[in-house]
């Protein structure tokens, strides 16, 4: 009887430690690391586009927020992971962040911006597969890595720039306001 209430005790105390969020039959963990610094799952979602689940994804902060703007703004490390559902091309991902890139960046400040667009929508060459995962990571001082699959693919630099990346699924001019809310855990 006491090895019972011994391992109930353990589950009770730790359990906590090692769960995970899980959406879609997809688990997104608790806790991710970059450079050396946990970042917590602030909350997930479903993207959707009419009836098809694209992929189930999460936001990770060093703490856990219910304020866009201050997600697009923080110049903390952060990061967007998408677990593929459906088959994407690489040529569907980029024409999908350059329509958010259109919605969400004034013309001039598009324009400043463009050769870092250039620069991210080459590292979405890869199609994405049920199970594929993209990270889109910001480190600050160093700008947003892309990783497919746990590969960097490369790094684009700069704060605004990541402001502009985040704003595709924080802005108030987000395609998909329900993955928003998910993802601030609204």
Same mark, same amino acid.
């Given at each position: ?33 970059? *450079? &050396? ?48 559902? $459906? ?12 329509? *958010?890139?259109? *919605? ?21 060459? $890869? ?6 995962? $993209? ?5 600050? &001082?160093? &700008? ?22 985040? *704003?595709?699924?924080?802005?108030? $001019? ?13």
């Amino acid at each position: 009887m006491f090895k019972h209430i011994t391992f109930y005790l353990f589950l009770l105390f730790f359990a906590p430690l090692t769960l995970a969020k899980n959406i879609a039959n997809v688990e997104m963990p608790d806790i991710m690391e970059i *450079s &050396g610094q946990p970042l917590v799952l602030n909350g997930v979602g479903l993207r959707k586009k009419f009836v098809i689940k694209l992929y189930a994804a999460g936001l990770y902060l060093k703490n856990k927020s219910k304020d866009a703007n201050a997600v697009i703004n923080a110049d903390d490390p952060m990061v967007v992971r998408m677990h593929f559902l $459906y088959q994407v091309s690489g040529n569907q991902l980029v024409s999908a962040w350059n329509e *958010s890139f259109e *919605s969400n960046l004034e013309t001039n400040r598009k324009a400043t911006l463009q050769n870092q667009i250039g620069m991210f929508n080459d590292l979405f060459s $890869y199609e994405a597969k049920k199970d594929d995962i $993209y990270e889109v990571i910001y480190e600050p &001082g160093k &700008g947003i890595h892309v990783k497919f699959n746990g590969e960097v693919l490369g790094t684009v630099p700069g704060l605004d720039f990541k402001k502009a990346v985040f *704003s595709i699924w924080f802005s108030m $001019y987000n395609s998909d306001p329900d993955l928003k809310k998910a993802m601030m855990d609204l």
